[in-house]
């Protein structure tokens, strides 16, 4: 990390810091815990972390692959120097998929119209609907597209590599959707190997599932939340990656009574310092936390007051102050009494994924 000395109110604004070490930690546990191989999901620039940074230190403790949604988000890696394995598993049937070709990218396909779309000598993950009705071929569509992708195999225009499904319900690890979504992949891949596929990787799992349930890892897991530190099936200690301060941009004594921010929606009880913190819903604070977010300042938890606006939020700092410059911790792994990304998704009612991956559109990341 290079921290550079400068003046306090002028050398910091809002910062993310990434760090790397309990990526690296969460990734080692994960490699652990998968039967499999490790295929690192750095979609979302990930998860909010920072793609090229969480993939490499990924790759360097356990993970062997890695996946994405977008072809946009495979190519931004290449550009960014990975060359690991890279697969991209959501694009519609007009991307530039001959890009994918030249960059060595391996894509996903869902139907026979994204089979027919491919560029030749594309690598091909055919992906199977396993519960969501969502992103995967239709079971009644399985065996036709299978065949398809069988005979495009033969006459050696694509080579089928690998089969995928992805199950509902895994945060919750005894819910009957597992077994279900379980029993369909298995079908899916009788049902391919009967049309003469042979594919390598065959993978389910996601973090929840690499966690919990050893029946779905079959030859690789596909983990992105845990890399970070999110653990949706609560069951194991993971270590959140990111923190997020900002300096007191000013502070004000007000007197009771005094209403505060849009809508008036508080109203100081009693006399008091109120801090300014430079981010808002724009920077990726969740604006329905309004009311309940609390951050750190002088080791201390304080209450956000009024609402939380597009660029800045007020804390209300109490009889024992602070001073502008001051700064104001609004989320971390909690070690310190700063709020977690846990804390913020339950304030709003949210997902921690929702939470890290909204942070940090123009805020500077730095890296340790
Ligand atoms: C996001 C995603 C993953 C990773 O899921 P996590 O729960 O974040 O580990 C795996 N597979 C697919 C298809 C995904 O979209």
């Known amino acids: 990390m290079t921290v550079l000395a400068l003046p306090r109110l002028a050398a910091t604004g809002p910062r993310l810091d990434v760090d790397l070490d309990a990526v ?39 993970a062997t692959r890695l996946g994405v949604t977008s072809l946009a988000e495979a190519l931004a890696l290449r550009a960014d120097g990975l060359t690991a394995p890279v697969l991209s598993w959501l694009n ?4 530039d998929l001959a890009s994918a070709v030249v960059h060595d990218v391996e894509i996903a396909v869902p139907s026979r119209a994204h089979l027919d779309a491919l560029a030749p000598g594309t690598a091909v993950h055919l992906h199977l609907d396993t519960g969501l009705a969502r992103d995967g071929a239709a ?4 065996a036709d597209l299978c065949r398809a992708a069988r005979l495009a195999e033969r006459r ?22 597992n077994a279900m979504g379980r029993a369909r992949f298995a079908w899916g891949l009788e049902t391919a190997r009967a049309c003469g596929l ?41 270590h959140p990656a990111l ?30 310092e109120l801090g300014l913190v430079p981010l808002g819903y ?18 201390r938890r304080r ?12 804390v209300d700092l109490g009889a024992e102050g602070a001073e502008a410059g001051d700064e104001v911790t609004v989320l971390g792994p909690g070690r310190h009494g700063e709020p977690t990304a846990a804390e913020w998704a339950a304030w709003s009612d949210t997902l921690e994924h929702e939470v890290v991956t909204g942070l940090g559109l123009r805020t500077p990341r730095t890296g340790r």
């Open 92 to 95: 519609p049937v007009d991307a």
């Open 156 to 177: 050696g225009r694509i080579r089928v590599v690998g089969l995928m499904g992805h199950l509902a319900c895994a945060d919750v690890p005894g819910d009957p959707g």
């Open 198 to 238: 042979r594919p390598v990787h065959r993978h389910l799992a996601a973090t929840a599932a690499t966690l919990t349930d050893p029946l779905s890892h079959h030859t690789m897991s596909r983990v992105g939340a845990g890399l970070v530190g999110i653990d949706p099936s609560g069951t194991t200690r993971l």
């Open 24 to 62: 690296a930690a969460n990734t080692a546990l994960l490699a652990r815990r998968a039967t499999g191989e490790l295929m690192a999901v750095v979609k979302a620039d990930g998860f909010g972390h920072g793609a090229a940074a969480v993939a490499r230190t990924a790759l360097s403790h356990g």
């Open 282 to 299: 724009a920077d990726g604070l969740p604006r329905a936390a309004s009311g309940r977010a609390e951050v750190l300042v002088r080791g």
């Open 139 to 142: 079971p009644a569509e399985w």
């Open 243 to 272: 923190t997020l301060t900002a300096p007191l941009v000013s502070v004000r004594r007000v007197h009771a009574g005094t209403p505060v921010g849009y809508g008036h929606t508080w109203v100081a009880p009693h006399p008091t």
């Open 303 to 314: 209450p956000l007051v009024g609402r939380i606006s597009m660029d800045m939020a007020v």
